[in-house]
Nanobody, 126 residues
Framework: QIQLAESGGGLAQAGDSLTLSCAAS???????????MGWFRQAPGKDREFVGY????????VYADSMKGRFTISRDNAENMVYLQMNSLEPEDTAVYYC????????????????WGQGTQVTVSS
């Protein structure tokens, strides 16, 4: 069992940068380094959308096309943390952002991860 808690959301203006954090805790946290991690977002009235993925050892990352070049995912396994650096924010980036964890990377990219955080709201004004 692993618990995830996102933080760092808030209000931003178009063009700003924002970094979201995801802290892992719980009985299985000592195995955090074995989990693939992902970021997702859900805008009002829309389905949850894949943002990006990072492998257990941070050697591989995958991003949704609309986020490539603007968003960067990183992780610190020693601190049980995952980060989402968002640059050049656009109003269309307004959403609740969630982090997700699963030992199976396919579960991350298929939006079927076992563990999810509660989300953090990001609002971007024009």
């Amino acid at each position: 069992q692993i618990q995830l808690a996102e933080s760092g959301g808030g209000l931003a203006q178009a063009g700003d940068s924002l970094t979201l954090s995801c802290a892992a805790s719980g009985p299985s946290v000592r195995t955090f380094g074995s989990y693939s991690m992902g970021w997702f977002r859900q805008a009002p009235g829309k389905d949850r959308e894949f943002v990006g993925y990072i492998s257990w050892n941070a050697e591989n990352t995958v991003y949704a096309d609309s986020m490539k070049g603007r968003f960067t995912i990183s992780r610190d396994n020693a601190e049980n943390m995952v980060y989402l650096q968002m640059n050049s924010l656009e109003p269309e980036d307004t959403a609740v952002y969630y982090c997700a964890a699963d030992v199976n990377p396919l579960a991350i990219v298929s939006n079927t991860s076992r563990f999810w955080g509660q989300g953090t709201q990001v609002t971007v004004s024009s």
